[in-house]
């Protein structure tokens, strides 16, 4: 089932030095009960250590007066939380949430969020195939997932939301890498003396 999304505006303070959001403002984002945010995030598949670093328990007052579980979560805890939240509505929303994650974190560090720092990195060639080798296999990675999504939503998967993850939302950063890495690679010929390597991923990158 695809996920609705309300018109509110994604809540993200800063708490003890950190940017985080509440279990109660993701139920309220993805109008959600906020009784199954809990539950989803008992049942993260996770390790104890990311949970601790992560997600923290805490308590609220609800309308009744009544004392309520709930969580508080970083912005590494809350993409791992809505992997498995599906639908381009959904997609739109977590662009939106962890936009507003990274200029609450901007702020904290004293930086505008708008601000691009340039770094100079010197590869050899043979560094600069590898990671033109990770482009290709990312690219494989969601062609895969794509096709198998399908099959496991019909079974209810616990890993259809990932799945759809990887094959609908790294499509802008797969391009935005393969434009990198294309300029960075200009200089590569494709001569009898070029590496295997080379050889195989190129076509593929300048195709």
Known sequence: MNTQISLSSPNVIIHDG?????????????????DNIIQKIKSLDCSPEF?????????YIDAKGEKRPAYEMTKDGFIFLVMGFIGKKAAQFKEAYISEFNRM?????????TQQQTHTL???DEELCSL?????????????AKEIYPALRAIDSRYAGRCYDIS????????QTREILERESRHIQDTPSLSR????VLPQLRA
């Open 51 to 59: 949970n601790a670093l992560n997600f923290k328990e805490v308590d």
């Open 132 to 144: 033109c080798w990770l482009w290709k296999a990312s690219i494989t990675m969601s062609e895969f």
């Open 122 to 124: 010197t590869l050899t």
């Open 105 to 113: 974190e901007a702020e904290l560090s004293g930086n505008k969020p």
């Open 18 to 34: 950190k940017a985080v959001t509440s279990s109660q403002s993701v139920a309220d984002y993805f109008v959600k009960r906020h």
């Open 197 to 200: 390597n080379w050889r195989t």
């Open 168 to 175: 609908a939302e790294f499509g802008y950063t797969q391009k």
